[in-house]
């Protein structure tokens, strides 16, 4: 086998005020080489997962944005739906008291005794307390008008059917079941 005589290369050395112009260059072309290895080796994939992690980014910032708008939107709702109603809600959150319910009905009627009957759960977020109320009136007129005034009244009432009604004289014995709402409390 023969071998191959490889030439040597002699590298010529030119001197600008001390300085080896051609070291240099190879030096210098030997930097922008490592330099490009570096950025596509280590910097490029490191732009690629960042672009990939902006793009995710995005499009969890968008369903973000699009998820705040709707809980704004709905607080709005809500808020506007406090105030619409923040006369029954303040009403739900108010214990019964007989005394004040006395002087309301004296208006209409003569309540001589209002008795706690039972307290139990309604529809998993009310309690339910009612009543039985005797009470005597001039006319049944001012039975219903009592009715109609329970709406603007401060707590929740319901009056529940059937009312007894019993002539007694120049009035009229009444008893009748009430019961009222309450928000159980924490809610």
């Known amino acids: 086998m023969k071998k191959i005589k490889i030439p040597k290369i002699k590298i010529p050395k030119v001197y600008i005020y001390g300085i080896d112009v051609i070291k240099n260059f190879a030096f210098f072309t030997l ?45 709005k709702e809500l808020n506007a739906l406090k105030k619409k109603n923040a006369k029954i809600l303040s009403a739900l959150r108010r214990d019964f008291d007989t005394t004040n319910f006395k002087n309301f009905a004296s208006k209409y009627m003569d309540i001589k005794e209002i008795k706690e009957i039972n307290q139990s759960v309604y529809k998993e977020d009310f309690i339910k307390t009612t009543y039985i109320a005797k009470a005597k009136i001039k006319s049944p007129k001012n ?5 109609d005034a329970l709406k603007n009244y401060k ?33």
């Open 143 to 147: 039975f219903y008008d009592f009715i």
């Open 31 to 75: 930097y922008i080489i490592i330099t490009l290895l570096a950025i596509a080796f280590l910097i490029a994939p490191a732009v690629k997962t960042f672009k990939k992690d902006q793009k995710k980014y995005y499009a969890i910032k968008s369903q973000y944005d699009a998820t705040l708008n709707t809980y704004n939107q709905t607080l």
């Open 155 to 187: 707590y929740v009432l319901r009056v529940y059917f059937p009312i007894n009604f019993q002539k007694d004289k120049e009035n009229i014995d009444l008893t009748l079941k009430i019961e009222h709402f309450k928000l159980k409390s924490g809610k």
